[in-house]
Every structure is written in structure tokens, then in C-alpha cells.
């Protein structure tokens, strides 16, 4: 048992932060969370007690939607439109994947910078290489963090070297999931790359393994308009983007992470909840791949379950607080374009899709209720001169303002996070 | 005479980057840009060298619009609609520049903190108080950066603690020019808050000050709708809110910074060209406060200035970069919504605007022309694992994923700036 004594700041609902003032979170050996309060109670006197002063503790951030191999081109190219943006930069990139010397480098690489940005578990795109892959599995096992990680199937439409057949993508996928079957913190997710990627077939069978394995799944839904028509040539007996997948076995049949859904309404919003299909909100990227600005206020509306995704490399940043950030900011020019009808995300409502929302896709992870994973981030905020403001003004100036200098402890399943070795 | 050797981006023209790989900069002992260029002529032989091998070299920021006393405010209560904002956070916090010890608390660390992000110059709104504003004229000075400095002038439709008199703002303005005369590098600038906040009578005796001491001048323009249509019940008769500057001789009669046009078009947008009115662009603000995105692609095809300002604290950050990033990340979802029609803003184009633009209204600043004056910043950008990208690339990954950390050296005039002293 640990006691972590600070001001404690968390979302329980999405609509307002739960603010402990020097308020203590007491921490089984298992590493979840047994009490939160003001008080601590004489029960747990004996405890070791770490006492954090005037810091704030949070829940940290988890990252649903973010491609390890393109880490070494974030903030890269930025001015391209997509498709010479994928032909130039973002496949050459992934195809070196297949050296897993080099994927060993920069992955170790990756998996420090999301350390670094405080974020402790994620669902991650790898390549279609399966030895790199699994390295990227090691890597975050060795770190101590939790992931999703994906094998990417993909084989029409796409470079030779980024090519898997039908029957590569399904073994490997297999492969994957059997090689982390036994891993507690680090599993397989089913991942076709999205529909132009792949053949009916592929995604067939993808499908038939999500269910048979019970894995998840997560790939690209309604992302910019030119993507929509494509799929909509390839795919012209549906009704909608998201039908394609699910005809498939690959909307909702286990739980489904879908990035972007910029362009998702009617009947396809209506399959997404109907599916309980989670939306991965990517606003940096979206707005740097001029895809547009989703919906996000509607989706809440009707009871969609969003999260957040940094989509590095679309995404310029791996920094959670900046894609908060994005989403606020985002939602506000949605709001202004609506006249005021759609209200724009809070504070608080961001802050709970960085952490409690996305921290669910991995059990009870994300909040300091009890029961929870103790996920975390000790914040030392001293430098931004803010200390007589109130709790709720230092969280927000941290997220604003701060950075990784500002995080001085990461914890995940209870455990401190050490920094990962980049060797 | 010093030459600095490093890899040198600059600007010359909007369209692209000047890129010279392990080049020079030859710099007078005044501190003007005597020649650049790739290799060394002899006759620099017997000159100071100073080689800083693969570092990049490139032209400091300036930061055209930035209210210094909102500093403190910086990042918070952004979930505020913007009269809220103004009354609970802005307004009480400029009150407190009444008193000048606490003016010089924070004055040196908003000094401090341009500083840091590689700001070298800038144009400030202080507030009402003259002794305050000399003090924050003062620390540009003893911090060897360049400004130009206003004392606020607002006497009606605010509180009482914020007001002066018409009196009050004139004698004020002319003291602080009179005693900015002689001062080098920081300078007094006409500042009328907005519209809304000075009667015509003020606007018209700070106008006359402005042409008879030959001053520029810096307002808000055009923010938001709602501000728009005070401004045409407060000032029926004239064709929009520039003409209602125009008629008191604030818009352009000397050279002017107006702050946001989100909304100007049509006589506006003549008038801003025919008086060559600056436009000063606060995209993060813009977006914090719902106001909108500005159409800047428009004003640079009618062959209207642009400048760019951080807008503290409207503008979460005082980072020039993040400027640039938002400024490019919003004229892409014009770009969108315009489907396509008007294009979105290049680095180059958002680079040039934070340098040789931003540094034209101090003279021929912000460039590495001959003639130009040394304002730059060294940047180590060994730690954004990029050696191997090409420099337009390893450019362009400092300003989306780079901060303060990668600034080097900063110069001003020639001079290097050391850590202004935060006392």
C-alpha cells in the first residue's frame, strides 16, 4: 500500500473536475486504486506515505489513435496534401520497418517520447512487419506501459514494400495475438489499415479472427471527403463508410476503435451507436491534413463514446495536452459556425476524453475512483506562476501552458514509470 | 565585425526559403547584416569567427500584437465566453498595474519570457498607468530588446479602476513618447484600446498626437460579430469600423497595427489597402475566443501587409512558432471550407510573416539581406533526431515540434541577449 498525498484533480463525469485540495489517493500493492480523499483516515498510518505537497496528481493521458513507425516524421511535410504527403514521406518511412535494427532505434525512440508527453497506454498502428512489430510490443512491455498494439493489414492500393498478402496479414495477426496472449499489459488489435487497403477478402477473414480470438479492432473511419468517394467506388453496395467494415465483422462486433469520423452522420452515426463503435477524435491531424473538424459535440449528444488520438504523424505533436488543447479550440470554431447551436467541448470534457474515456478501452483505468488502475502524473506546475490561483485555473494553465518539463513522476498500473532506455 | 557560421534559413520573399547550408553571416560591429553567403571570403579572414557547425541560424521572432499585463492570465479561463473573460480575469488583472510593484514583478517576467521564446521585438499594449508603462518601456531597454510600447487609452465602457480621462490618456500618451524620445530601441505607440472603449473625442486628440509626433498607432479591428455591431450603434454614420479609426486619423495617417479583421471585407478591406493599414493576425486567439479565422490569403492577394501576433492572453502562448503552426492550421480549414478555392498559408509564407514582415514595421529587420539589422535566433535542433533531414525539413520540425529548449542564442541589434533578470 502507498499513499500519494497532493492536489488531486480528476474526472469522474465529463461535465465537472473532481478537486481534492491536499487530498491523498491510497494505492493497493496491486496497483489500483483502494481510496481517494481530503482526510487520511488513522487506517492508513502505517502506510508509506509520499507527500507531494502542493503538486497536483492526475490521472495520465492515453494516446487511441497514433502510428509508431511514422515518429520519425511528426512535423514533417506538413504543407503536402495527403496522398503525395503518404507517397513522399509516410511509406517510405514505415517500409524501413522492415529492418528491425532500425525499427528497434526508433521505436525505443517512440515509446520515450510518449513516456516523456505522459501518456501511459495506447492503441497503436505498427507496420505489416511482424518482427518489428513484436519488438514494438517488447519495448512498451520493457517500459512498463500498456498498449494496443496492431499488425497492419494491408494489400491493394498501396507500395510493394508496404504490401502483405491475404494470408501474410492473417498469420501474422495471429501470430501477434498468440505471442501476447500471456502479456498483462501489452495485446494485439486487429488492424486493417482501412477499406482502400484492403480486399473484401482480407478484411473477411480479419474479422473472422477479431471475433474467434476476441481481440479488438481499430482502423480509419470518414476521414476527408476524397477518402469517403473512394470507398464509396470500392464499396458501392453499402450504405455508408462505416457498413463496409461492418459487413465484415469489424464495427462494434468486438470493441472497435475508429479514428477520425470527421464526415460521419446519419445512417453511419447511427451504425457507430448502434455498435457502441468508439470515435477516436484526431484534431491536430484533422486540421493538418485539412480533413475538417468532427462532430464531436453531436456525438456526445447521441451517447458515442469518443476518445482521443494524437495520429502522429497527421498529428505534428504526441503531446495529449496539445491534442486537449486542438479539441477545445476546434469545437469552438464548430460552435461559432453553428451560430452558438453546438456548444463547444469544456475544460473538463476534454480533460475526460484524455483520460477517463480513453483510459476505459483498457478496463477501469483513467480516474482515481476506487477500483481504478493508478495511472498518473505528478505535475509540478511551480515555474508557471500560477500558485495562488485556483485548482481548476493550475490544471487548465498546465494543460495550456505546460509541457513535459511540468511532469515530474508517471505512474501506470501503479507502478513509477522509469524513463525507457533509448540505448 | 563578427561572422557567424551555421546553416542559415531566412525569408527574403513570402514564397519560399533563402537556404544556405554551412553558410555566413558577416554582421558590422553596429550590428547590420553586412553579407551572407556560402563560402567565406578572405577579406573576412582577420574577423571574429564564430562557427556553430550544423546549428541553424535564422531571423528572431516579432510579436505584433501582445498585452503585456495579461500576462499572468496567460491560459486561463479559456472555457469564458469573452465579456465574462474581460470583466472576471482581464480587467481585475490590468487594475493591479496600478500599483508599480507588482507591475515590475510580472513586467520582467513577461520580459523574461518573450526572451525565451525567441521574441526579440514586439509592439505591447500596457495599460492606463503611465509609471507602470515607462517601467515595462524600461525593461525592454535594460533586456537590449526593441518595442514599441502603448499607454492604453480607455475612458468609457469599462470599470472605473481601468478608466482614464481624456485628459488623463493624452498627457499620458505625450509622456511616454516624450520620454521614449531619445530611447534607441523602444518607442512609444498610439494605443486606443477599441471603439468601444474611447469616445471620439479621445480618439480624435490621440489621433492629432500620432500625426503631430509622428507615432504609430495600434487598435483591435473587426474581432468578432458582436463587437462589430457595438461598433455600428456607437458610430452609425461611417461605413464600417476602420472608417470610424479613419475620421479621427488612427487608421494608417501613421503607420497602424490593427489587431485581428476576422470580419473585414468590402470598404473595409479598401480602406485597410488604400491607408496601407497593417493587418496583425492572432490565430490562437482567434480560435480561444470563437471570434474566427481571419482571411488572411485574401489580404495578401489584395497586397495588404500581414503581421502576426500571439495576443496574450487571448493567445494561450507567447510562442512565435505556435503562431506560425496555428496561423497555417486555420487558413487550412479555409482552405477546406472555401473547397479549395483559397489557398492555405505555406511555412515560408507564415515564416515570413513572424520575421521580415513583423520586423518591417522597426525598420529593415527581420531578414539576413545586406543592410538588415542582426536580429536571430541559433537553434539546436540535434535532440529532434532530424540531422539526416534536409534543412527546409529540419526547419519546419523546429517550429512544429521544437520550443524553447532549442534556442541557442538569441540576438538583437547584433547583440547577444542574456536572460533577462527576473529579480
Same sequence: chains 1, 2.
Avoid at 41 to 47: F, H, I, M
Avoid at 146 to 170: F, H, K, Q, W
Wanted: glycine content about 8%.
Amino acid at each position: 500500500m502507498k499513499i500519494y498525498c497532493a492536489n488531486i484533480v480528476y474526472t469522474p463525469t465529463p461535465d465537472s473536475f473532481q478537486l481534492i485540495e491536499h487530498g491523498y489517493v491510497a494505492v493497493s500493492d496491486e496497483g489500483y486504486v483502494e481510496e481517494v480523499g481530503k482526510t487520511l483516515p488513522s487506517k492508513y498510518t502505517s502506510a508509506q506515505v509520499l507527500d507531494y505537497g502542493d503538486k497536483l496528481l492526475i490521472p495520465s493521458f492515453f494516446d487511441m489513435h497514433v502510428h509508431a513507425p511514422q515518429y520519425r516524421n511528426m512535423s514533417l511535410a506538413m504543407d503536402e496534401p495527403l496522398l503525395p504527403w503518404l507517397e513522399k514521406y509516410t511509406f517510405p518511412e514505415e517500409s524501413k520497418y522492415a529492418d528491425s535494427t532500425y525499427a528497434e532505434r526508433m521505436y525505443r525512440r517512440f515509446v520515450h517520447a510518449l513516456w516523456l508527453q505522459g501518456t501511459t497506454r495506447c492503441s497503436v498502428f505498427g507496420t505489416i512487419h511482424l518482427e518489428s512489430t513484436k519488438l514494438l510490443a517488447d519495448l512498451f512491455s520493457e517500459a512498463g506501459m500498456g498498449a494496443y498494439i496492431g499488425l497492419v493489414g494491408m494489400n491493394r492500393n498501396c507500395p510493394d514494400s508496404l504490401r502483405n498478402t491475404e494470408e501474410e496479414a492473417v498469420e501474422d495477426t495471429i501470430s501477434l495475438a498468440t505471442y501476447l496472449e500471456q502479456n498483462p499489459m501489452v495485446h494485439a488489435i486487429v488492424t486493417p489499415r482501412f477499406v482502400p487497403t484492403c480486399t473484401p477478402q482480407l478484411m473477411r477473414r480479419l474479422g473472422q479472427i477479431a471475433q474467434e480470438k476476441k481481440l479488438p479492432v481499430q482502423s480509419h473511419l470518414s476521414e476527408n471527403q476524397g477518402e469517403i468517394a473512394w470507398v464509396k467506388e470500392l464499396e458501392p453496395h453499402v450504405s455508408c463508410y462505416g457498413a463496409a467494415y461492418d459487413q465484415y465483422g469489424l464495427f462494434g462486433q468486438t470493441p472497435t476503435l475508429m479514428a477520425h469520423c470527421c464526415y460521419t452522420e446519419g445512417v453511419e452515426q447511427e451504425l457507430v451507436k448502434k455498435n457502441d463503435v468508439i470515435v477516436v477524435h484526431c484534431p491536430t491531424s484533422n486540421v493538418n491534413l485539412s480533413s475538417g473538424i468532427a462532430p464531436i459535440r453531436r456525438f456526445l449528444d447521441a451517447g458515442i463514446r469518443v476518445m482521443l488520438g494524437s495520429d502522429v504523424s497527421g498529428g505534428h505533436h504526441l503531446s495529449m495536452s496539445r491534442v486537449m488543447q486542438y479539441a477545445i479550440q476546434v469545437s469552438k470554431l464548430r460552435h461559432l459556425y453553428s451560430q452558438g447551436k453546438e456548444h463547444f467541448l469544456s475544460l473538463s470534457e476534454a480533460f475526460y476524453l484524455a483520460t477517463k474515456s480513453g483510459g476505459s478501452f483498457f478496463g477501469k483505468v483513467g480516474s482515481f475512483e476506487q477500483g481504478y488502475a493508478f495511472d498518473a502524473l505528478l505535475i509540478d506546475d511551480s515555474s508557471l506562476d500560477g500558485q495562488d490561483y485556483d485548482l481548476i485555473h493550475r490544471i487548465e494553465r498546465y494543460i495550456y501552458l505546460g509541457d513535459d518539463r511540468h511532469i515530474e513522476k508517471r505512474y501506470c498500473q501503479g507502478k513509477e514509470l522509469k524513463e525507457p532506455c533509448l540505448k
